[in-house]
């Protein structure tokens, strides 16, 4: 007996571009027309019981779907050592206020109708992306372009020939773009927002329409393979299921290419979507929302489904009438607000030049072209660059959605919410910068929370260095910015604990028992700037164990300055830093012992990196001060009278033994002297004098007979060599701040000149009695510094 014919009578297909007001308002008269049911929504049913929640969120905002474990029952060993899953074990469902398929949601949950995800499950998925990651990894291709393709492509292989199969993998990717052809447009967004986008109410149904002519492409490209046939499969699965059940008035809303697999769901046979599906892998996953911004839902983001300029979709879909002159008296507001002087007649002529642009391009309405034509032209008088800065912001639109309490979180988040709540830190999608005094315990706090965060790899703060420089240790600067990202990176950061501070200090634990001595003492900074009490004592054995058997001289150089930062400032935040001092004066001698051998033969490159790790440790015996920063001292000294030493280095060390006093001026001049002396090439020379001068020129403003000499030795130097050492001097002096070089620049002219002084320049003497009260306050508060160290 034939089996009866599935009854499609009631069923009503809306095939829809994901995010667009046009489709969003289609959609949303459809089902006021239909009155559904049941409605069906192209997503994952793992969140079917989350839809609960339609009527508490604020768009945009996502489905996010995770995995629990990985196919293979756990989490790689290398997922494992770093604490994070791979990008391939998650998968966002953006929606805006302006997606159709949110505007279904709405009206579902407003109607009380019942309503389901029909697209294939996450669990599935996510299970093939990450089989196919962890394949990839196990066996990368040999170079690109290897047999197999695109490793993260779903399409099979085409049997067709290459002409043909070019033709219908044009088709699939660009469906839109095909049918604008046909319409005569030579842009596939531009003809979409004609036909669809820029509908207003109360206009004929545009589906029928759309899924006859998707359903005219795809008999073009040919049938559907890969992972979209298994997509549809599921999907025309569901939906039997669903008229089985007895339901008269079922709508469909689904992207517009799959509209006709799913209208004509009776015309595929049972049999052959089963056989699909079958072997699937799969996943434990879990789905919850999480908040989205509209710079996640622009093209410009890397997200396949996104739209050009969401702002202007957004406006589209929310203004109540005349949506081109409120856009352009929005704009008129932002130039005001810049200081630009924008009156209501460049409004009004702005709204005319872009409706006269829209009528000569046989345009229904003025689209985002012409009222940016229109902005640039009139509002901002021809200037493109302030055009730019208003068309950037309006066209992107800039807001970020919520969640309420009730969604579903783990308990880190939960955590980070109330921390939040609590210090008064609202997650915002822009560039926020913050200042914080670290004696207000508020404000301390809020630095705690954000360095404790950073630890778990969710970069909401980054520290950054004020205008004027940095303003002391009891002050910190950030600038912080929440992106939707680190709702995953929170999942993520579960595993190591409940709150920010237990899995901070987990985290920090398990890291610096495979970190190098450098990344250990880095780490040692962090606990004491993250207050994390619990895991330093762990990290301070180990540090001390690293430090004891760690030769190389290199590290113990990188590992020491956050160390002395540590040892020196860590009362700031009231921690105990005798230990870390310990440890920083020891692993100090073991530097001093070992630079001479570490700089022995080094070329000029190795040498100029060594300048650096000599500066830093230089720095940092000053912080130590003590028994410590006299032997660093008595090290530079031993140092300075080395023959072998490379220019380079020599510079840099004898002018840190002048600016501590510990080199006579007659002395200096003589080492100078012998550096730029004729047996010494030109390059060496050149070297020696670009170590002396880094950080600051102002010596050879002060001491004539210093710049006599090179003076001298430049102008003693052959034509050729004079060329070949010029670009190392035009290095050096050009790092100097423009009053440096101009007070350098009169110097060399007064030595030029027989050494007479402008009186701009002469030197007055010292009027000790008047200098005493300035020195006296100075050296207080140097002792002030030196006791608190």
Known sequence: MARARLDTSGLHVLGVRHHGPGSARAVRAALEEIKPDMVLIEGPPEADALTRLVGELEPPVALLAYVNESPRGGRSAAEAADGRRSRDGWAFWPFASFSPEWAALRHAVSHDVPVRFCDLPAAHTLAERVARAETAAADPPEADGAPGGDPGSDAEPASADPPTAERD?????????VLAEAAGYDDAERWWDDVVEQRGDGEPSPFPAIADAMAAVRAEAGPETGRDARREAYMRQTLRAVLKQGHDRVAVVCGAWHAPALRDVADYPVKDDTALLRGLPKVKVTATWVPWTH????????????????????HLFTAPDRPVQR???????????????????????????????????????????????????????????????VHGRMSVGERMGSVPPSTPMVPLQRDVMAAQKRLRLTPEPFDRDLDLDLRKDSQRERGVLLHRLRLLGVEWGVP???????????????????????????????????????????????????????ALTALTEQCLFAELGDALPAVLSLLMDRAATDSDVTHLMEAL??????????????????????????????VCVGLAPAVHGLDDDAAREFVTRIDATHSAAGLLGGEGE????????????????PGRIAGRVNRMLSDASLLAPEELRRRLGLAMSPGTEPAEAAAWVEGFLQGSGLILVHDDRLLRLIDSWLLGLPEDRFTSVLPLLRRTFGAFDAPERREIGEAAARIGSGGVRSRSTERRPVDDERAAPALAAVAAILTNGRSRG
């Open 295 to 314: 710079g996640r839902l622009a093209t410009a983001s890397g997200y396949g489904a996104g739209v050009t300029a969401p702002g202007w979709y957004h």
């Open 464 to 518: 950054r260095i004020p205008e004027g420089g940095q303003k002391g240790t009891f002050r910190e600067s950030w600038r912080i910015r929440w992106e939707p990202d680190m709702d995953v990176a929170l999942i993520e950061a579960s595993q190591w604990g409940t709150t920010v501070a237990s899995a901070a200090t987990a985290r920090v634990v398990h890291q610096a028992r495979e970190a190098p001595l450098p």
């Open 561 to 590: 300055p956050p160390l002395a930062r540590s040892a020196r400032y860590g009362d700031v935040r009231g921690t105990d830093s005798g230990r870390l001092r310990t440890v920083a004066e020891q692993i100090l001698r073991r």
């Open 327 to 389: 856009w352009l008296t929005d704009a008129a507001r932002m130039l005001r607000e810049e200081g630009q002087h924008v009156s209501s007649s460049h409004v009004i002529e702005g709204v005319r030049l872009a409706e006269s642009l829209a009528v000569l391009r046989g345009r229904p309405l003025a689209g985002l072209d012409e009222v940016s034509e229109a902005l640039t032209a009139v509002l901002c008088e021809g200037e493109p660059t302030r055009a730019a800065l």
């Open 169 to 177: 993998e044009r088709v699939r990717a660009d469906p839109l773009g």
């Open 630 to 645: 006299l032997a660093w001292r008595d090290t530079l000294v031993s140092l300075s009278t080395r023959d072998t030493l």
